[in-house]
């Protein structure tokens, strides 16, 4: 990746591409300064329909979390092969955003210490279904998503992760792209609620907290409604905004009635901090850890063998990125590994009572 920086009062904004399905694709990624090389939490921030990363990014004004917060937050860019820019979750096109988003957390992960345990999705409009598709089509990399005036699509609205999956929703009721009540194109807000209520087997009734109207101008008022108690601690959230349209509450400019009472990106985040992939999926994502000084392997980008040096006795394990154990060697130094196709692995290296776990680069 090569790209140009744009320096914030409290961070940096890189601009850059990677190759995804032989498609160079771009994005903006938000490093504040209170990073020094720390793992990391991740958030995908999506726009929506006819957007960019570079409006996406200043309107939902995630910087100042991610400054005091210490996480990183990348805006990539759809494609437009119509025109306008758009996420395909599911639309019927070629494009392969679930492969692009998986590759982009594996292409930062190189070069910033992300916590793959601590990644989340979010999204305006298209961004928001784009990051429900993620659910049902990347549950192994996303600890969670969010969704501000995006639905699921009715040709994909059963398609469900094999796991819980905790859920944020902020809707306007006067949305006049995506419809709070639903259409021909988009499942109703409170079906979709229902959906991964049912899905985390939350409790029934929600506890309601009405949000403070302290901006009477925006011509809205906004209830939170938490679903809680969900298997492995997923819970499903509603901001239902009364009057609300198809904007970013907390967000400017204002457009039409943008609520003001609350700020959606301080939410998202306050939902998102609660999860990690690890709760859900036990052995995925977890951290790699760092080789005892007398260890050594090599060579890394691997084309055919990995070998290691340094240790006797070894049992050696390749997982892939989601927690599966690929090939399981016993008293051996080198793993044959050029029959795994070109990605990220992890090697366990166990001698007696002591184990690490190195991440290589299959080319």
Known sequence: MTGFFYYAQNGVTIVDSIKSNNIMRKFRLYVPNSYTGQAVPLILNLHGYTSNSAQQQPYSNF?????????????PDGKAPFG??????????SENDVLFMNDLIDSLDLIYNIDLNRVYSCGMSNGGIMSYYLACNLPNRIAAIASVTGSMLNVWSTCAPTRPFPVMEIHGTSDGTVPYN????????????KKWRIHNNCTV??????????????????VNYKYINGNMGATVELYKVTGGSHSWPG??????????DFNASVEIWRFFRQYKLNQFLPGVGFSENLLK????????????????????????????????????????????????TP????????????????KFIKN
């Open 205 to 222: 009734a929600p506890a309601t907290f009405s949000v403070p109207n302290i901006s009477t101008s925006d011509n809205s008022t906004a």
């Open 63 to 75: 910087m100042p979390i991610a400054d005091s917060a210490k996480f990183l937050i990348v805006y």
């Open 251 to 260: 967000a400017l400019p204002v457009i039409a009635n943008t609520n003001q």
């Open 182 to 193: 639903g259409d021909g194109t988009f499942v109703p807000i409170d079906s979709v609620i």
């Open 343 to 358: 990605g990220i692995y992890f090697l366990n290296v166990k001698s007696g009572n002591e184990q690490s776990i190195v």
């Open 293 to 340: 000084n007398n260890i050594s392997v090599f060579p890394n980008p691997v084309t055919e063998k990995i070998t290691v040096q340094g240790v006797s006795e070894i049992r050696l394990k390749v997982i892939d990125v989601v927690g599966k154990t690929i090939i399981a060697e016993n008293s051996v130094n080198s793993v044959d590994v050029s029959m795994l």
């Open 84 to 93: 306008q820019q758009y996420w395909n979750a599911g639309f019927g096109g």
